[in-house]
């Protein structure tokens, strides 16, 4: 029986269930960092095997539930290419188990949790010199004490890194969401007559997810 051969695409939705951020550029992005090399056919088209896409999938688990760097990552790949056993991470399940243990989540924690730098970087997989340059450019606030907030802002700029996009280079996020913030500002104005603040917060809240999808939806017809 031949092996069943996916397209980069076919790749991603199988994986997508369970790696919802998982996408076609974060595979090309391992792909060029050695992590995977996919066969091509004739016309240069990506074809993965089901050996892809489990190394690509342990490439994901470790990433998400432990926090690895890929340099980390390719050791252990490349222990397993050679019929070692790679280093077990101290909160891991054995990479056999059928369903990868879910990473912590900040939602578990306090809602008012202030959490200092280094436990920042555990929680978002940013490196202290990443969080450095995120402090830099304005894009994460130059404190003792970060909020729930900033580690998911923290680890959205951490996913960016791993597309390929290292926080050094990320000043033309900041620049584009400090214009959309400007623009919120501009439109939210001074509460309304007789509005609470709860009610300003929420008003705010939509305006600011309203901007975000809009943000989605152009990026998505301009790639």
Known sequence: MSTHLMGIGETVSTLRPDFPDVSVSKIRFLESEGL??????????????PAHLERIRYVLTMQRDHYLPLKVIADHLDALDRGLTPPEPVDATPHSSATPTAAPDVGSLDTGARLKPAEVCRESGLSAED????????????TSEYTLDHVEAARALAALRDCGVPVRNARPVYLAVRREVDLCTTVLGQRHSGETEEEFAQRAQELAATMVRVHVAVMRSQL
């Not at 995977?36 to 095997?49: D, E, F, I």
């Not at 969080?131 to 130059?142: C, F, I, K, R």
């Open 131 to 142: 969080l450095e340059q995120a402090v830099a450019l304005g894009l994460l606030p130059d």
């Open 36 to 49: 995977v090399a996919p066969l091509r056919t004739p016309s240069g088209y990506r074809k993965y095997t």
